[in-house]
Structure formats: structure tokens, C-alpha cells
């Protein structure tokens, strides 16, 4: 999954199909974007997961926990109703986590905002 | 390594009443084995005609267990058993492992018990997000668990 930097929030997303290699993978290089780039916020779209079981909880926990001690706040966006429902059930609550409904409004939780001229320009592309 | 599911006659699970309609058994040995599983279980539960929160609720708890026999199981295998009974329908996952079993499966399905790298959630929380959950540790060794969830129609 890329990283993104716009200013200094790195923009990345994580995948349905994570596996113990790839999320240790995705932690380390996060954690290297973060320090290498002075982020001071870190935007994680987990709209495409389709379930957060307790190993996807723990990742997001210690990545949360570890951009934290490197000065970012993370903020985990768009999470499926579906899984929320699972996770409040499964035990898991995802402390120390902060969210957002989606990445428009977790971005703007970090600081930026959607101008004027920008809602503008995007009339009439924007399928909402 | 292709792993390929294996099909046996319907109606010979583990520890079941209703009848089962299907029956697949998946390997549970390697990372892409649990992904595997995954997919399959979600396949079954739109089969089964679960909506959105339960085909997530039950692929959540298969995540849990097919981890839990790879991490500490050793490996094993998953059957998934599509069910059916006089006023609903309904998903059963036996997940069994050869490893060296549950010493306390008291404190083993408490929250916040773990020996490895989950939450120590895994077990009590795939007994919550299923209707019936058994699990038993043979004297030989190894673990067996077996959920059930239930359509509610």
C-alpha cells in the first residue's frame, strides 16, 4: 500500500488481505516515513477492510501508539459499520485510536480543509 | 503449493444435530491458508443468505480461530459446514489443530489472556460473536473448537 505525503500528513490505507508479514512490513515503513519526512499526522483509510480482528486491532493499536512517541497523531478513517458492530462485540475497542467517519473529514480532523474553490472545481465529478 | 479444498459427503461433522448440507475442509498451514479460509467462510455465510453484520461477525470469528491453530496449534485444518434446520439456516466452523492444547480453557477464553501476538481476545470474542461455541482438548493433545451461528429467519 503507498504512502503519501501532502504537507506533513502521510496518507496511506490498509488492505482486507493483510498478513503478519505485510503489516510488520507496513509498520516499519510507516514508522521510517514518519521520522524521515517529520510527519506530524498520519491518515489511515481502513475503508476496504472488510473485518478487524484482534491481530488487524493490535496493528492499528502499536502503530497508533508508536507515530505517537514520534510526535504524529494518527487518525484511522472509514471504518464499515459492519466492523465496528463486530469489534465493539468481539471485546476490542481500539484505545488510544482515533477516528474519523471517513478520510475527508479524518484530513480535516489534521488540519486540512476542503476550500471553496476545490468544492467547487470538483462539482459535477463528485458521484455524492 | 496449490491447496486445493476438499470436498467430503455432507452430514459427518463434528459435534452437530442439524444436518449439514455441505461440507469443505480447508488446510490451515501457512499465512495465504488463512486468507484462504477467510474468503471461504465468507463465501459460505452469502450462501447460508447472512446479511452484512453476520457474514462479518462469523468471518471475524473464523479469522480468530484459523489464527489461533496456525500461531499456536501448529496448524490444522478448517471445515466449514453449511447447515440446515425446521426454521433457519446456518454456518458451522470446526477449526482443529495437533498442538499441545489448552491448559486452562477457563482463562483462555477470558479477555486479555494471550500467549502470543493477538489481544488475548480471540477466543472468548469468537465465543461471543457466534450463537453456540464448543471447544474441547483431547488428552492425546491438540484443540478442537466449533462454532455455529444461526440466521435468525
Known sequence: ?128 | MVTTPRETPAGRGWGGAAAAEHRTEYPVRTEEDLLEARHAVRAATLETGFGLVDQTRVVTAASELVRNAYIHGGGGTLVIERLRRPGGRGVRLTVSDAGPGIANVDAALADGFSTGSGLGHGLGGARRLMHEFRIDCPPGGGTIVCVTRWTSG
Open chain 1, 1 to 128: 500500500m503507498p504512502i503519501l505525503r501532502l504537507g506533513d500528513v502521510l496518507v496511506t490505507g490498509l488492505l482486507d488481505e493483510l498478513d503478519d508479514r505485510s503489516a510488520m512490513a507496513f509498520v516499519d515503513e510507516l514508522t521510517e516515513r514518519i521520522t524521515r519526512e517529520a510527519a506530524t499526522g498520519v491518515l489511515i483509510d481502513i475503508s476496504r477492510l472488510e473485518i478487524i480482528d484482534s491481530f488487524v486491532a493490535r496493528t492499528l493499536s502499536e502503530l497508533t501508539t508508536t507515530a505517537r512517541l514520534l510526535g504524529a497523531r494518527v487518525i484511522v478513517a472509514g471504518m464499515r459499520p459492519p466492523v465496528a458492530i463486530t469489534l465493539v462485540e468481539l471485546g476490542l475497542k481500539l484505545h488510544g485510536v482515533e477516528t474519523a467517519l471517513n478520510a475527508e473529514a479524518g484530513m480535516a480532523a489534521l488540519g486540512w480543509y476542503r476550500t471553496r474553490s476545490s468544492r467547487e472545481g470538483s462539482r459535477g465529478d463528485d458521484a455524492s
